[in-house]
Structures are given as structure tokens and as C-alpha cells.
């Protein structure tokens, strides 16, 4: 029977590869031991981040709403006397002033039929001159018996009907002085003035009911009124916060200073006030309607533009602020992070109120005294140390603001 070469080797010249493996494994894992824990010497410091106490300032709950302008006076120039359109006196879109001539209509029709019936008004008093004479002498020839009684009474009913004739030319001279007048169109009111809606030469119908031809539109431009509406909960604190005095006015207290910006402006530049509410809440949609004027005196604000109006809803009160980068965000819950005495970050969950000359108002959640990071969020964990740098709040909100703008 043949045995194997290595069932003749020594036990523990068999064992050495074994244990050469070992030593080889125990300096490998020495070795790692050591990279840790110069690792872990060479730890990186806390991250740097800008802090911040809140900023203090007397601040105004106010509430805003989208809009449109309208304007205070509109008005449909239309002829009050048909003819033809013989002239037009303005540019489309310009300014004009009340009194300032629009339109001609042909005069010569209407002057015609105003000779004519002048000249009506001259025969009806040579008329009436000549029933008066000859009742005066009816008169006398009743006393001496010349003419019966009845004779008399025909001359003075010819007297009285050649009066009412005079009257009744005189009016017609009246109104033919007025339809001569009408062919001259004047501006109602001032304000900017639309395009023409009929060319010279056309055959314009007036009157005061009817098809009548639209020439131009009119409207006002300085001031100008902002329509909008409130919901219900809103009126009500309005009216709260109006005074006893002003709420027994005719004005229930809603004469409230407002304040309004377009849609290409970044702030509330526009100063104006609430001059009307409504005196009834729309049952569909539980508001009410109201309105607010402004001085426009550039005439840039235009009837029918888009705006957001803001009203202050109750008296200034001191406030917190902090910058919008100090505010971070888990699901539905706002927090910021302060720093306390021993350097660690730790959340605090606030409510937001509104933005104000670029910080955001804390409502609820923060404290005067805390230290707030305002620069450095995204490095930074709660509980986790940080290495804290002092800054105010209105400088983070103004590099923030540099930053969005470049």
C-alpha cells in the first residue's frame, strides 16, 4: 500500500503555512486599526455657519386681494341729431377736457330748418299783432252798438289762438336752435378718449332712444377706483378695528388707508383708501364687494389692469424677523435653527407671517434672544455642533437679496 508524500511530514511542518497566514491577517487588521484612528484624528472642525439675533420692528397685520381698476366716470359719446359726419377733432387715445369739440355733424340742414322756423315766429306775432288790434276795435264798436257781443267773442278767441301760434313757434325755434347746437359734439367729461368708431362722411343716427351710433368712449383718468372683494371673515375684523365713532358713520369705519402694487412691481407703492363697501354679502360666494381710490394723476394706472391691494388689519405691533433663507422646511412644519451657549444646533418649529421690506415675521415659536442661523443651513443636522459667526439679520436679508437678484 502507497502512502502520500505529505503523510510523511511532521505535524507542525504542516502548520506553518497556517500560521504564516495568521500573522499575515493580524499585522493587515493592525494596520487598518491604526488608519482609523488616524482618521479620526484628522476629523474635520464643526461647520461655519452666520448667526443672528431676530430683528425687532413695529410691524402691521394686513391682508391683501387681486383686483381691477375701473374707471369713475364712463361715458358713450353718441349724436343726440342725425346727419352726416363732417369733422373729427381729436387723435385716438388723447386726453381731452370737458368741453373740448369731438365731432361735427353738417350744420346746414339744421341751421335751414332754424331760419324757418325764426321766420314762423316773426308771421305768428304779425298775427297776433293784427287779432289784437282788431279786438280793440270790436271793443269800441260794442259801445256804440255797431257789433253784436258775438262778434266780439271771435275776435278775442282769434287774439288768444294767435297767441298760443307765437308760443308754439317760439318753441320750435327753441328746439331748432338746440338740434343746431347738438351737431356740434363736445366732451362730456375729461379723461382719455378711445378711438373713432365712425369715419367722416358717414350717416350718423342720434336721439335719445333707438339704434343711436356710437362715435367714442370716454373715460377718466385721474383718480381711478380699484374694485375687489373681501370674504366675510375679513369685513368683520375691518369693522372691529374701526373706531365707535367712525363705525356709527355712514361709512361703517371702512375709510382704511390702503396700499397697492401692479403686477411688474416688486412692493406697495401706489397710497390710496377704501371709499366703498357694498351693503349686501353674495350668499354663493360669502363676499363682499368693495373699493378703494387712488391719485393717477400720470394717468398709467388704465381701467380694467390687474393689481393686489393691501389693508392693514389691525394697529402696528412689535414683531420678529428673520430672514427667508433662515427658514427651513419639514412637510407642512417651518423651523429655524439656534444655536445655544454650547455650539449646537438645535430646531425650533415657527409660524411664518409676512414678508417685510425683505424679512419674514415670526408670529409664534422664537425668541427675541436667540441666536438664529441664518447662513449655513444646508451644513447643518440637529444636535450636531457648529462652529457659530455673529451677523445682523437685515445684512443676511440684503446679500440674500443680492444673490437672487445677480
Not at 100 to 121: E, G, H, M, N, W
Not at 243 to 272: C, N, W, Y
Not at 290 to 317: H, K, V, W
Request: charged content about 25%; glycine content about 8%.
Amino acid at each position: 500500500m502507497t502512502q502520500s508524500v505529505d503523510g510523511d511530514r511532521p505535524l507542525f511542518a504542516r502548520s506553518a503555512p497556517i500560521v504564516a497566514a495568521l500573522l499575515l491577517l493580524v499585522s493587515g487588521l493592525s494596520g487598518c486599526g491604526e488608519e482609523k484612528s488616524k482618521a479620526q484624528a484628522a476629523a474635520p472642525p464643526p461647520p461655519a455657519v452666520t448667526v443672528a439675533k431676530p430683528v425687532k420692528k413695529l410691524v402691521s397685520d394686513y391682508d391683501e386681494y387681486v383686483g381691477r381698476f375701473e374707471a369713475v366716470d364712463f361715458v358713450e359719446v353718441r349724436a343726440r341729431v342725425s346727419g352726416y359726419l363732417e369733422k373729427i377733432h381729436f387723435t385716438d387715445g388723447q386726453l381731452v377736457k370737458a368741453g373740448d369739440p369731438l365731432f361735427t355733424i353738417d350744420r346746414r340742414p339744421f341751421q335751414a330748418a332754424l331760419d324757418q322756423s325764426k321766420a314762423a315766429v316773426q308771421q305768428a306775432q304779425a298775427n297776433l299783432a293784427f287779432a289784437e288790434s282788431d279786438l280793440e276795435r270790436g271793443k269800441n264798436l260794442v259801445r256804440g252798438t255797431s257789433i253784436t257781443q258775438q262778434t266780439l267773442d271771435q275776435r278775442l278767441q282769434t287774439k288768444r289762438v294767435a297767441e298760443a301760434t307765437v308760443a308754439a313757434q317760439e318753441a320750435a325755434t327753441r328746439q331748432a336752435e338746440l338740434d343746431l347746437e347738438f351737431t356740434q359734439l363736445t366732451a362730456p367729461i375729461s379723461g382719455r378718449i378711445g378711438d373713432r368708431r365712425v369715419s367722416v362722411g358717414n350717416l350718423v343716427t342720434g336721439g335719445a332712444a333707438g339704434n343711436t351710433t356710437l362715435l367714442a368712449t370716454i373715460v377718466s383718468v385721474d383718480p381711478i377706483r380699484f374694485i375687489f372683494t373681501m370674504d366675510e371673515g375679513s369685513y368683520l375684523r375691518y369693522l372691529r378695528a374701526a373706531s365707535d365713532a367712525q363705525a356709527d358713520s355712514i361709512d361703517r369705519g371702512m375709510t382704511l388707508p390702503v396700499k397697492l402694487k401692479l403686477l411688474d412691481e416688486k412692493d406697495f407703492v401706489h397710497q390710496g383708501k377704501i371709499d366703498f363697501v357694498d351693503n349686501v354679502i353674495d350668499r354663493a360666494s360669502g363676499t363682499i364687494r368693495a373699493r378703494a381710490e387712488f391719485a393717477n394723476a400720470d394717468g398709467r394706472l388704465t381701467p380694467g389692469m390687474f393689481g393686489r391691494i393691501r389693508i392693514s388689519a389691525a394697529p402696528a405691533a412689535e414683531a420678529l424677523l428673520v430672514p427667508d433663507a433662515a427658514i427651513g422646511t419639514e412637510q407642512v412644519r417651518k423651523f429655524v435653527y439656534t444655536v445655544g451657549k454650547d455650539d449646537v444646533a438645535k430646531p425650533k418649529y415657527v409660524t411664518l407671517g409676512p414678508v417685510v421690506d425683505g424679512l419674514r415675521v415670526i408670529t409664534a415659536g422664537l425668541a427675541p434672544d436667540d441666536e438664529v442661523i441664518v447662513n449655513g443651513l444646508m451644513r447643518v443636522r440637529p444636535g450636531s455642533k457648529v462652529t457659530p459667526q455673529q451677523e445682523t439679520a437685515d445684512a443676511s436679508a440684503a446679500k440674500d437679496r443680492m444673490v437672487r437678484t445677480n
